[in-house]
């Protein structure tokens, strides 16, 4: 099993979709400048549309590096607002190490203009179908009741 972690955002009414993508570029790029940070941005109203239609609800945005994986939901509406479901916790590594990349969810309708909108600014953020089943599903699930799970066998190997 890999390494995964889970954070949870509040989006809206708590803050607007555009709010919401910044917070995670924040997350994600340690508040860091530069190129990385810049890319993201450049995704940013592709990203907003898809938080807007409340798609990393129960599908996952995924971060995928030369370290752990994170999966990043969104909670909307009256969870937004109490904020108790939220995580939006530094990250104890880099989430976008080495050879990095994103995979938004995204309505099943909107999936060909949303890719072809994210290939004009990026090669290594994409989109896909909410309902494609992501290798690893099980992983998902327990990143969703745990923050961290740390595979002992990674230690022992060094």
């Known amino acids: 099993m890999k390494t995964v ?78 904020g108790a479901e939220g995580n939006e916790n530094a990250l104890g590594f880099d989430p976008l190490k080495g050879d990095w990349s994103i995979s938004l969810p995204c309505e099943k309708d909107d999936l060909f203009w949303v890719q072809g909108a994210l290939k004009k600014h990026s090669v290594r953020i994409t989109a896909r179908d909410l309902a494609t089943d992501l290798s690893g599903d099980d992983e998902a699930k327990a990143a969703r009741t745990e923050n961290m799970v740390l595979d002992p066998k990674g230690f022992l190997d060094s």
Not at 35 to 61: H, N, T, W, Y
């Open 5 to 82: 972690a889970s954070r949870t955002f509040r989006s809206t009414p708590f803050r607007d979709a555009s709010q919401t993508w910044s917070a995670i570029v924040e997350l994600l790029t340690q508040g860091k400048g530069g190129e990385v940070r810049s890319e993201l941005f450049a995704v940013a109203g592709v990203a907003s549309s898809v938080i807007a239609d409340q798609a990393p609800k129960d599908a996952p945005i995924v971060v995928t590096c030369d370290g752990p994986r994170t999966r990043i939901y969104c909670v909307f509406d009256d969870n937004a607002i109490e």
